[in-house]
């Protein structure tokens, strides 16, 4: 019994180790093809308000989908609606004073203005008949010198004001000086400035889904107050998808920008005897290492442990099902010419 015992394993030992031989339980190479080995990256984003305040609603889950345009949370907008009103109020008050000035002074006020130069006018003309008449009396002895110089006091005062008088009705009448409307103009540019700042902020409290992707953390709660910037989810971006991996200087020369591969997972199915697989995914190289460096840890080949290589980039356009899923350990074939 012992003897057919051996006998069968030692057959069963030499039809192994023909079939092995063969390639049977061995993973064949295609000729013409360069097989990498990498790791699936998909990008992250940390979102957050442009604003700071207190969160009024988170509307995500984790592992939630997520779209373009989607909205994820909200702040509460009260301090910001208030700061809209004071700036819609000051860009009120700075056109109406921008109308004041090109539209110049009242005609009342410029009567007015006339009325107080001819009042004044009227009362040079009076103080000049006086120093007249006085001036003729001192020289006559007929009175004193503090008289004839209280008049004559008199008279220049009126001349002086009814000069200003007549500056201040010229400046009415031609209108307000040019760098005054200038300034005006400069007031409702800064206003206007202000309330597009103003919108933009109370538009930033409403927080929203830069593009599709799943949301892979949920980092803050309503009630909480955060600050610019603070990260309030963390999110997976569904594109780019894209394949880090690593080739040796040998085979360096042998692939080229824009070159295309098939991209492989342990999940798919094999064609019998060949490493192709019937439903791959494609990818394009966008990316080729200047620098070498030492393969990484993650690189499952043995003979590769201890070679530099140059790490390239393949980007996959089509992920049917979102069957790649970061971090998934993955083959690449490259055809070679």
Partial sequence: MKKILFVLILIGG???????????????????????????????????????????????????????????????????????????????????ALAKMQSGYRTEEIRQAAAGRDQIRASLDLAEKDHARLTNLFSQRAISRKDLDAITSTRDRLRAELTAAESSLALMRGGYRTEDV??????????????????????DTRLYAPSEGTVIARVSEPGTVVGTGQPVYTVMLKNPIQIRTYVTEPQLGRIRLGMKGKIITDSMSRAKGSVLEKNALEGTITFIASEAEFTPKQVQTEDMRVDLVYRIRLRVEDNPEDHLKNGMPVTVLLPLK
């Fill in 14 to 96: 030499t039809a192994g180790w023909i079939f092995y031989r063969q390639g049977f339980f061995r993973e064949r190479t295609v000729e013409n093809e360069l097989k990498l080995y990498g790791n699936v990256e998909m990008r992250q984003v940390l979102l957050g308000f442009r604003v700071p305040g207190r969160i009024e609603a988170i509307h995500c889950e984790e592992g939630q989908a997520v779209t373009s345009g989607d909205l994820l949370g909200e702040l509460d907008p009260l301090p910001y609606e208030i700061k809209l009103a004071e700036a819609r109020a000051a860009l009120r008050q700075a056109h109406a």
């Fill in 182 to 203: 200038e300034a005006a103009e400069a007031a409702v540019d800064l206003a206007e400035a202000q309330l597009r700042e103003a919108e933009n902020a109370l538009s």
